[in-house]
């Protein structure tokens, strides 16, 4: 079945620091892929997708570029904020009915 | 445009109990799907809805089921609670014909918790 494993966390860092967070998948085909973004007490947000080999998503300063042969989707962010500071979800979606599977989550907090 | 609504936003339950949670979709979206995300975990998928009929189930008991009205408001209904079932329900609506590449928009979720 198709899965999906993200770096465990948390992963702290300081403002303005570099940050990568590691994604794999597992699945036939060609999914598509997403990172979303969860803040404290809210519901997830869409922060980027990729829906072919080697297209690159980006937003907010965050971009994740689709590696059909590594199987991989890694988060990266030049220079983060403590605004960053969130849990990040890795997805695939590929079936029919649009299901998507989420990695277990990687925590981020960016200290001032 | 309002985004995703959920309703209530936190219930307390007791084992055994029903529980009825509700999402209204964002505005002419057709499709609405239900995910599970205990603590710590990611997001798990419970059932997609599109034109009022099933279009996918995930791997949960049949103590969960869900239905979807004209409006394209959904309701997930969960029976006999277990302790187990304490988690965060995140509703999700999509826009078109809820193809692969469709993007899902998610509301604030409904924290529920079994005691």
């Known amino acids: 079945g198709n899965s999906v494993t993200q770096m465990e966390g948390p992963v702290t860092l300081s403002e303005e620091a570099f940050l990568t967070i590691n994604c794999t998948y597992t699945?036939?085909?060609?999914?598509?892929l997403f990172w979303y973004v969860q803040y404290p007490g809210e519901g997830l947000q869409l922060l980027l997708k990729?829906?072919?080999?080697?297209d690159k998503g980006s937003n907010k300063g965050f971009e994740a570029t689709y590696r059909k042969e590594t199987t991989s989707f890694h988060l990266e962010k030049g220079s983060v904020q403590v605004s960053d500071s969130a849990v990040y979800f890795c997805?695939?979606?590929?079936?029919?009915?649009?299901?998507?599977?989420f990695g277990g989550g990687t925590r981020v907090l960016v200290k001032p | 445009d309002a985004g995703v609504t959920q309703s209530p936003t936190h219930l307390i339950k007791t084992r055994g109990q029903q529980v009825t949670l509700r999402c209204s979709p964002i505005s002419g979206h057709k499709s609405v799907s239900w995910y599970q995300q205990v603590l710590g975990q990611g997001p798990q998928f419970i059932f997609q809805?599109?034109?009022?009929?099933?279009?996918g189930r995930g791997n949960f008991p049949d103590r969960f089921s869900a239905r979807q009205f004209p409006n394209y408001s959904s309701e997930l209904n969960v029976n006999a609670l277990l302790l187990g079932d304490s988690a965060l329900y995140l509703c999700a609506s999509l826009g078109l014909a809820g193809g692969p590449l469709e993007t899902q928009y998610f509301g604030p979720g409904t924290r529920l918790l079994v005691l």
């Open positions: 990729a829906t072919k080999a080697d």
């Open positions: 699945a036939t085909g060609y999914p598509s």
């Open positions: 997805a695939l979606s590929k079936a029919a009915g649009n299901k998507l599977t």
């Open positions: 809805y599109y034109e009022k009929e099933e279009r």
